[in-house]
């Protein structure tokens, strides 16, 4: 005992203080190795650039235009939208043959029916 203080008890405090102050470092720098973007990450959007793309040919093979926020109402870059978009696209965009959705960095090409 130094001065009536118990010198363990002293040092927890500044422990604790250091402590908290290392997770509130580690946290972010931990985040920041994760891939640009990630679902809940650090970066929110940050890195988003474009993800997101949709080519609809009708059956001649001709381009017909398509507004990507007609089907989806963000085009979230962490959502693997190739796996679901162009089965919908072909749905509700009429006259379309071919649908290719390319979402981060993956293409999926489908036919449509009919």
Same mark, same amino acid.
């Given at each position: 005992?130094?001065?009536?203080?118990?010198?363990?008890?002293?040092?927890?405090?500044?422990?604790?203080?250091?402590?908290?102050?290392?997770?509130?470092?580690?946290?972010?720098?931990?985040?920041?190795?994760? %891939?640009?973007?990630?679902?809940? %990450?650090?970066?929110?959007?940050?890195?988003?650039?474009?993800?997101?793309?949709?080519?609809?040919?009708?059956?001649?093979?001709?381009?017909?235009?398509?507004?990507? #926020?007609?089907?989806?109402?963000?085009?979230?870059? #962490?959502?693997?939208?190739?796996?679901?978009?162009? #089965?919908?696209?072909?749905?509700?965009?009429? %006259?379309?043959?071919?649908?290719?959705?390319?979402?981060? %960095?993956?293409?999926?090409?489908?036919?449509?029916?009919?």
């Amino acid at each position: 005992m130094i001065f009536g203080v118990d010198r363990p008890r002293a040092l927890l405090r500044p422990r604790l203080a250091v402590a908290v102050l290392l997770v509130q470092l580690a946290v972010p720098l931990v985040a920041l190795t994760q %891939g640009v973007p990630s679902r809940f %990450g650090f970066h929110m959007f940050a890195g988003r650039g474009e993800t997101l793309s949709v080519l609809v040919l009708d059956r001649a093979g001709e381009e017909i235009p398509v507004d990507v #926020e007609d089907f989806v109402a963000a085009g979230r870059p #962490e959502l693997a939208w190739a796996d679901v978009l162009p #089965e919908r696209v072909c749905q509700r965009q009429e %006259g379309a043959a071919v649908v290719t959705v390319t979402s981060r %960095g993956r293409t999926r090409t489908v036919r449509c029916a009919g």
